[in-house]
């Protein structure tokens, strides 16, 4: 079956980086657009980045894209999310997600907690 599973999470201080990995299987992942996403305490899911074995685009808003870049290894199944600069306002949970068959999958998530 479609399986997401994000990790990289953790505690970084402001202005640090992260990487985070979405190890993916059960369908054809060099076929499939995967984004990333996010849920910040109290607020909505964002939509971060998105990538396919084509194209990548990210969130147009400068404090995002000057930020992170997203990238992917379609030999291991492996999608990325490069985390730069970190904020404390970026104390999130982090998701990936696809579309498969009509159906969107997520991962359960790795947290990020951005503090000093």
């Known amino acids: 079956q479609v399986q997401l599973v994000e990790s990289g999470g953790g505690l970084v201080q402001p202005g640090g980086s992260l990487r985070l990995s979405c190890a993916a299987s059960?369908?054809?992942?060099?076929?499939?657009?995967i984004g990333w996403y996010c849920r910040a305490p109290g607020k909505e899911r964002e939509f971060i980045a998105v990538?396919?074995?084509?194209?990548?685009?990210?969130k147009n808003e400068d404090s995002v894209k000057d930020r992170v870049s997203i990238s992917r290894d379609n030999a291991t199944k492996t999608q990325y999310l490069q985390m730069n600069s970190r904020k404390p306002e970026d104390t999130a949970l982090y998701y990936c997600?696809?579309?498969?068959?009509?159906?969107?999958?997520w991962g359960q998530g790795t947290q990020v907690p951005v503090s000093s």
């Open positions: 990538i396919d074995s084509f194209r990548a685009d990210t």
């Open positions: 997600s696809t579309n498969v068959g009509g159906l969107n999958y």
């Open positions: 059960g369908f054809a992942f060099s076929l499939r657009l």
